[in-house]
């Protein structure tokens, strides 16, 4: 398994921007996702980048797009998630997840897909 480990959560005011940061111990995998879960729900998707013959490809939950950017250094093993415009609806523990994926499921995954997690980030938006 790959080691994850997600920091830059905090408290935010509504309209406002964190990023999220994912450090891996490598990335030798070609999927990387970002995962939310509020008190009392199931965790969710937020949004996921595949790797394929060195071009990247991002998919978002559809609350998030065009507010998130999912993207990868691979320089620094480091996955990230800048989130703008943020909402309290996007109050949560963040979670970052890698693992290999078939080129052809090329969408936004489910968490079963992932074998790779961190221990989360809380982050929090008032309104």
């Known amino acids: 398994q790959v080691q994850l480990v997600e920091s830059g959560g905090g408290s935010v005011q509504a309209g406002g921007s964190l990023r999220l940061s994912c450090a891996a111990s490598s990335y030798s995998r070609n999927v990387i996702g970002w995962f939310r879960q509020a008190p009392g729900k199931e965790r969710e998707g937020v949004a996921n980048?595949?790797?394929?013959?060195?071009?990247?490809?991002?998919y978002y939950n559809a609350s998030v797009e065009g507010r998130f950017t999912i993207s990868l250094d691979t320089t620094k093993n480091t996955a990230y998630l800048q989130m703008n415009n943020m909402t309290s609806e996007d109050t949560g523990m963040y979670y970052c997840?890698?693992?290999?994926?078939?080129?052809?499921?090329?969408?936004?995954?489910?968490?079963?897909?992932?074998?790779?997690w961190g221990h989360g980030t809380q982050v929090t938006v008032s309104s």
């Open positions: 997840a890698a693992d290999w994926a078939p080129v052809g499921d090329r969408k936004l995954l489910g968490s079963k897909a992932y074998e790779s």
């Open positions: 980048l595949f790797i394929v013959h060195g071009r990247t490809y991002t």
